[in-house]
Nanobody, 125 residues
Framework: QVQLVESGGGLVQAGGSLRLSCAAS?????????MSWFRQTPGKEREFVAA????????YYADSVKGRFTISRDKAKNTVYLQMNSLKPEDTAVYHC?????????????????WGQGTQVTVSS
């Protein structure tokens, strides 16, 4: 089992920045590991935001956040980060960290077994 704990959410004005963190613990992480961020607003399905490969640092972003968000990882700390710049009110959501081994489709939520509890990000206009 892998446990994921997110932190770093909060309230920010439009145009501002936030950095989210997700720390993984439990099962030994290897190069098959993929960690991602999804977000969800009430009444909507969970939306893919960004993903990163533990092996080669490959990254993948949703079109809606490209150029504004950056995903990165610290292998020594088993932690993934989401740096969010130029935030917009439409970025307001609960952001969830997701992870699993050998994920076939990084942008699909059903591909992930492990999920964090979520952290609220609110962007005011």
């Amino acid at each position: 089992q892998v446990q994921l704990v997110e932190s770093g959410g909060g309230l920010v004005q439009a145009g501002g920045s936030l950095r989210l963190s997700c720390a993984a613990s439990g099962r030994t992480i290897n190069n098959d590991f993929i960690m991602s961020w999804f977000r969800q607003t009430p009444g909507k399905e969970r939306e893919f935001v960004a993903a990163i490969s533990w092996s080669d640092d490959g990254r993948y972003y949703a079109d809606s956040v490209k150029g504004r968000f950056t995903i990165s990882r610290d292998k020594a700390k088993n932690t993934v980060y989401l740096q969010m710049n130029s935030l917009k009110p439409e970025d307001t959501a609960v952001y969830h960290c997701a992870a699993d081994f050998r994920v076939a489709h990084w942008s699909m939520s059903y591909g992930y077994k492990y999920w964090g509890q979520g952290t609220q990000v609110t962007v005011s206009s």
